[in-house]
C-alpha cells in the first residue's frame, strides 16, 4: 500500500465469457502503470447492454478466480454478480467508494467500451468519481465533445499502453463451439473448466 498517499483502487469490469489473455495482459498493464495497490476484477451480472444471454454468473465467477489466480493485489469480486437486478457501473463505484474512503478510484476499460462511456448509466456521475483509463491506441471514435481524439486525453482520462491483442470472448466461444483449440489465450486451468462443464458447446 501507498503509505502517506491516497489508496490507489483499480476496477475492471467485464462478462469474462470466458475470461482470456487480453483481460490478463490488460490487468497486468492496469497494476503497473497505474501503481494501483488493489485491482478489483468484477464480473457482471447480466449487463443491460447485452443483448446475449451469458454464461451463468457461477461458471464466469469461477473461471475469472482461475484465470487471475496467480497475479498479485488483485480480488475478485462477486458484488455485481450477488445485485438484484440490473447491474450498473455506477453502483459498483459508488459502493466502492464507501469501502475506500479517501481512495482514488480507477475504471479500466478497453477501446471498445470507452466508445460506448456516453451511453453508460449515468456516465457523467461515473467520470466524477473514477478516473477513466483506456487500453488502446486509437481514442474513442467519431470522438466529440468531452471525448478528444487528440493525444492529449482530457482529464479524467488515461491512457494504459499494452501491445495490441487480438482476442476476444466472441471469437473463442465460436472456436469452442467448433471443438477448436484455444490454449493458450484460455489458460490451462479455465479451459480444464470449460471442458469439465461443458460450457460453449453450441456458438
Ligand atoms: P465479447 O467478445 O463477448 O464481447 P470481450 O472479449 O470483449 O467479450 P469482455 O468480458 O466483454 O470481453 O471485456 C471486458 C473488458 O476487457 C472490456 O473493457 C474490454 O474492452 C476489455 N478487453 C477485452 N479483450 C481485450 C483485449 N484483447 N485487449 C484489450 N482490452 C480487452
Given amino acids: 500500500m501507498h503509505s502517506n498517499a491516497e ?6 469490469g467485464g462478462a469474462f465469457d470466458p475470461p482470456h489473455a487480453g483481460h490478463l495482459a490488460l490487468a497486468k498493464t492496469a497494476l503497473e502503470q497505474l501503481h494501483l495497490d ?5 464480473p457482471t451480472g447480466q449487463a443491460w447492454h447485452k443483448t446475449r444471454a451469458l454464461t451463468a454468473a457461477e461458471h464466469r465467477l469461477a473461471m475469472t478466480g482461475l484465470a487471475f489466480a496467480d497475479l ?7 458484488r455485481e454478480i450477488e445485485r438484484a437486478g440490473p447491474t450498473f457501473t455506477i453502483d459498483t ?12 478510484l480507477f475504471l479500466i476499460i478497453g477501446q471498445d467500451q470507452a466508445d460506448a462511456l456516453t451511453t453508460w448509466h449515468r456516465a457523467d456521475d461515473i467520470l ?21 481524439a487528440s493525444n492529449s486525453l482530457p482529464a479524467p482520462f488515461q491512457r494504459l499502453v499494452m501491445p ?14 467448433h471443438h477448436q483449440s484455444v490454449v493458450p489465450l484460455v489458460f490451462e486451468p479455465v479451459a480444464r473448466y470449460i471442458a469439465l462443464h461443458h460450457l460453449y458447446q453450441s456458438a
Avoid: S, W
Avoid at 495490441?164 to 473463442?172: E, G, K, R, S
Fill in 7 to 12: 489508496q490507489r483502487i483499480g476496477v475492471f
Fill in 38 to 42: 488493489l485491482l478489483h476484477i468484477i
Fill in 72 to 78: 498479485e493485489r488483485v480480488v475478485v469480486d462477486a
Fill in 93 to 104: 463505484l459508488l459502493e466502492l467508494q464507501q469501502q475506500y474512503r479517501a481512495a482514488q
Fill in 128 to 148: 466524477k468519481i473514477a478516473i477513466i483509463c483506456v487500453a488502446g491506441r486509437a481514442f474513442p471514435a467519431g470522438a466529440t465533445g468531452r471525448f478528444d
Fill in 164 to 177: 495490441p491483442m487480438d482476442v476476444n470472448a466472441t471469437d473463442l466461444r465460436r472456436r469452442l463451439a
